[in-house]
């Protein structure tokens, strides 16, 4: 398999999330200028995060008219696995491959800390093996999910609602709700389960030099996943 | 050339003394023009030139077996072994920050980076001391809310994580805050860029940002008294996103070898980057401002040379390459803009809507600026200073002593600041803000770790500078101990009032000679750094305030040592000098008795005045100190490591229990449990002053705590090494820090209070 990350002008997780998933867990990745066409080869699209075009507008609202978009579009249609992660998940938003919108937190404040996560759906392509509660750290100034209550009862009766945040042990309380989200929401899947969009890094928990290696149960699901094919 | 006549009162407007334009018309045997004289001024400020303090600077050790590139370019490059290097450097953004706080901020974080990739280095953290005066106050709540989103938005934007800094609160710098930003870069060896204008014949290229009239005659406005009393022109507004372009075109550039030197435009703008370029190459540069990309209409010769734009950068490129560099700045969309050549005239050319504007030779502005000499006298107030201990009543309850020392805001977590900065992009924060005594970066593909940290403890300086000078290198040096690195070097950050005034100007030469003399003691050579002068108000200067940045390696044998116990049962250990006496302690602060009108505390956010005396400070224990820890780490007797700083030996305990916080994880479900602390068991010795021994501040001073197996061996070690080491004690699974009848705290207790909010 095979795995590629776009990166967009002001894109600063990629080689992070390179990094992760070729060294960690070995699958050979390539860097996709956000020019390009994701080659067809493809198996896991990983939209990374950072401030694409400064966050400039609104985060999201530029990239998402980035000329690789159109390829993750078909690739996303085609079945094929999308991570979009922090201001992946934004571009993904504004691509309207997810539903939904990411507003400002609601302590007005960039917040970078450890947050616990709550596996809500465990039978996706990206949360096979993953336990019950992770732990991940979360980098964001808007990653307050939010959706009408039509839209938040889809996302409950279809099940899309991946990771919720919640307390050490699992909980899901209004504390430990880092920045306001709807229904504490930290992660989605489009109604196919191939698209999942979270504020939280993955890649930034995959190595227990860095603290934690729960991230690395997600990335390694979506890998195993796409071998067994 | 320009019709503007040349009038004594335009050069005094341009900071120029009477004697300082004679040189100028010397140099050129004739009048300036309006755009000469607007160059000399911006180079010949204190800001660039440093005319006033470039004698004392001399003072400093420079040269180590592992210095690559010293004092004088952009930034200072030690060699790591591995065919890699590390490239770092402090600046200050002071003045443009007591304005206008989230701008001026955001640009010294922009500038800072701009120092590092410009060697060829890639940004791999960010750090910055900040000096704020009392918290409690209004205005001062802003200053720090716009100073940390400044820093915040920038270097979150560019994906660089900000991962140390220091706060203080001090009533010093009410009128005057500072904003020191410290970067460092990682970079192969063989990719250094120097920022030379080789090569007669070679273009000079211009990418980045437009030029705008924004912060004109920023360095000769960071070169005066009271930034209140100037235009607001001066500051400078910041763009990350082009930030982060043009860190990753530059890195390109360098790695595809197209350029021969690159330099940013910072401080005075075009000019300072060309004449420097030329200077150093001994070349000259001819441009030619129509072909420099302009974001408002008409700006003449003059507002183009010294705009002070943010984002913008300078590359000399061959003939040759010319299009392998275009091709690379085009696509990052950052412009490539040839606005000139390199030429062998050593004349710094400038032209404008087919004149010559300006026309001077390049090094007589960047090298031979005038230097001077001020006057030193000592300052009275050192003489109210009680030269031996003031005696201290015992508070009538040591638990809430260190209770409020835990909550005053220059003590507390920072975890409500450094939670704004992203501490984490790049995984390679191992050691996280709050963590260590530094932080600590994996260098990916190595067996190498990074640790690095700012340290400045301005009270010690005010009261003995010479003293506090070499405290504040042996604090920085001793922090990266801690964690477990060698130090490799030091840069310097010297925030200090006007040097025209004798009192400011001794201060000065005292504190640079402290620090120089602990440099060579100490072995860490300085690469670089800046001076900050003028930081005055209503005649008022802060405390002279050095600030050093330190960064140390660790390699194996060394391991990472972090400060929080890590078994019950391990044996605690008081190691180095004697705790001497109260002296320029925050507890000194605090708890006033004879002072006070309520007998009793001062409210830890408004801390009442400074007591002397400074304490001492042994250079040769503080060697030995570290000397020791490196081969007692190096031997793995350590198992928790923590330095005595500001609140000593209480204090640093309590942090100690603070950070031991563990949760258990449940494998399967990955739940855990809540997190659990351990405690420390302290056996209190018969003392003199027991206030002194709980929070006296005095230097080359560390707690260790060691596997009872091994404590013979640390205490043989010690012995070899000359260093005192006094057995305090017991780490407990109590989650209680119980200091034999004096003091028993819950772990948790102690963990609130030192969460407290300033604001």
Known sequence: MKAAVIVFPGSNCDEDCRWALQHVCGVPTEMVWFRHRVPDDVDLIVLPGGFSYGDYLRAGALARFAPAMESVREAAEKGRLVLGICNGFQILVEAHLLPGVLLRNTCLQFLCKDVFLKTVRRDTPFTLGVPEVVRMPIAHGMGNYYIDTDGLKALQDNGQIVFQYCDHAGRVTAESNPNGSLDNIAGIVNRAGNVLGMMPHPERAAEDALGCHDGRYLLESAIRYLIKG | ????????????????????????????????????????????????????????????????????????????????????????????????????????????????????????????????????????????????????????????????????????????????????????????????????????????????????????????????????????????????FMGKKIIEATLELIASGAAVGIQDMGAAGLTCSSCEMASRAGTGVEIDLDRVPQRADGMNAYEIMLSESQERMLAVIPREKIDTAREILERWEVGCHILGEVKNDGLLRVKHRGRV???????????????????????????????????????????????????????????????????????????????????????????????????????????????????????????????????????????????????????????????????????????????????????????????????????????????????????????GGHEQHLGGSIFAQLWQPQQTARAGYYDEREPGPVIGPCPLLDLELERALQQFLLEANRRGLINAAHDLSEGGLAVALAECCIKSGREKMDPESGRRSAVEYLGANIEVPKVKCLASWLFSEAPSRALAACDPAKTAELAALANDFHVPLVALGEVSDTARMTLGKVMDLPVAELLRAHETLPF
């Open chain 2, 1 to 240: 050339m320009q019709e503007i006549a040349i009038t004594p009162e335009l050069v005094a407007q341009h900071g120029l003394t009477p004697e300082e334009y004679q040189s100028v018309l010397d140099i050129l045997g004739r009048e300036p023009t309006l755009t000469e004289l607007g160059i000399f001024s911006v180079m010949w400020s204190e800001h660039c030139s440093y005319k006033c303090s470039k004698r004392t600077l001399k003072c400093f050790p420079t040269r180590g077996p592992n210095v690559l590139v010293g004092p004088g370019e952009n930034a200072g490059v030690i060699d790591l072994g591995h065919n890699l290097a590390v490239c770092f450097k402090i600046e200050s953004h002071n003045h443009p920050s007591a304005i206008e706080p989230y701008n001026g901020a955001a640009t010294g974080v922009g500038g800072i980076l701009r120092d590092i990739f410009t060697m060829g280095a890639r940004p791999i953290a960010m750090l910055n001391p900040l000096r704020f005066g009392r918290i409690t106050d209004p205005h001062m709540q802003w200053l720090v809310g716009g100073v940390i989103a400044g820093i915040a938005d920038y270097g979150n934007c560019v994906g660089v994580p900000t991962v140390a800094g220091d706060i203080y609160f001090q009533d010093c710098y009410e009128q005057n805050i500072l904003v020191n930003v410290m970067c460092v870069g990682l970079m192969r060896k063989d990719q250094l860029m120097l920022a030379r204008a080789q090569g007669p014949g070679n273009l000079v290229v211009y990418y980045g940002s437009p030029t705008g009239r924004d912060g004109i005659h920023g360095a000769t406005f960071a070169s005066k008294e009271d930034p209140h009393s100037q235009q607001r022109s001066a500051v400078q507004v910041g763009d990350p």
């Open chain 2, 357 to 575: 504007v300006a026309e001077i030779p390049a090094v007589k502005i960047a090298d031979q600026s005038p230097q001077y000499s001020p006057e030193a006298r000592r300052p009275a107030y050192l003489d109210t200073i009680p030269a031996a201990p003031v005696p201290y009543p015992a508070p009538p309850d040591w638990g809430d002593a260190l209770l409020r020392l835990l909550r005053c805001p220059t003590i507390a977590s920072k975890r409500w600041v450094y939670s704004q900065y992203d501490h984490m992009v790049q995984t390679a924060t191992v050691v996280r803000p709050g963590d260590g005594d530094a932080a600590v970066l994996r260098v990916k593909d190595t067996p190498m770790h990074l640790a690095v940290t700012v340290d400045g403890n301005s009270t010690m300086c005010w009261l003995d500078p010479e003293t506090g000078g070499k405290m504040v290198v042996a604090e920085g040096a001793r922090n990266v101990v801690m964690v477990g690195a060698e130090p490799l070097g030091l840069t310097d950050c010297l925030n200090f009032g006007n040097p025209n005034k004798p009192e400011v100007f001794w201060t000065f030469d005292k504190c640079v000679r402290g620090m120089a003399e602990a440099c060579r003691v100490l072995g860490t050579p300085v690469t670089g750094g800046n001076v900050s002068f003028y930081n005055e108000s209503k005649g008022l200067a802060v405390f002279p305030t050095p600030i050093v940045g330190v960064v140390g390696k660790i390699e194996p044998p060394l391991r990472i040592l972090t400060p929080g116990w890590k078994n019950a049962g391990d044996r605690i250990f008081l190691v």
